[in-house]
């Protein structure tokens, strides 16, 4: 009988313990993030924005997508593969051949923002993109924190982005 008290009394422990690792982490992370990520693209700005605009073949180069679904000229849904929900972006400046940014909600806890800015080069453009986000609840900051990357996928975007427009002929 005493063992029974000693290993309910340490799962009762262990339980606490991590309830109050719950509330520590999530008081730790900030709720918002921001980077920025800058990559050469061998092609025109016109062409870059294009392939930009052209939401409804996301799917066929960026291979984290099962879809999209274009609601009107500014306003899409994506579908990421293994996410819960979809994203919904809104088209919110835009200002070719310099500057375009889109706002973004997954749920009622993730927000986010995108800018993209394009200076000429001797080559083709640079593309200066940079994404924040917010996010409203403890559980959503602690999953995003733990098991999504944004950095890296907006990194993995552009790369792919920059694939997509320089094997498409000018």
């Known amino acids: 009988m005493k063992i029974l008290g000693y290993i309910i009394a340490f799962i009762g422990i262990l339980a606490l313990a991590c309830v109050i690792g719950f509330f520590i982490a999530g008081a730790i992370i900030p709720d918002s993030r921001s980077f920025t990520n800058e990559i050469e693209i061998n092609a025109s700005p016109e062409n870059v924005w294009a392939v930009i605009n ?6 066929e180069w960026q291979t984290l997508l099962d879809k999209v ?4 000229d500014k306003h899409w849904i994506e579908y990421p593969k293994n996410s819960p929900e979809p994203l919904k972006f809104m088209l919110a400046t835009d200002e070719r051949p310099s500057k375009m940014e889109f706002h ?11 800018k ?27 999953l995003i924190y733990a098991f999504f990357d944004m950095e ?5 975007w552009n790369s792919k982005l920059k694939t997509r427009v320089e094997s498409l002929k000018e």
Request: hydrophobic share 30%; charged share 30%.
């Open 54 to 59: 052209d939401k409804a073949r996301y799917a």
């Open 69 to 72: 679904e274009v609601t009107d």
């Open 104 to 114: 973004y909600t997954m749920g009622k806890d993730f927000a986010g923002h995108w």
């Open 116 to 142: 993209g800015e394009i200076t000429p080069t001797a080559t083709g453009v640079k593309l200066k993109t940079t994404d924040s986000y917010t996010t409203d609840g403890t559980l959503t900051k602690l």
């Open 152 to 156: 890296n996928f907006a990194k993995d």
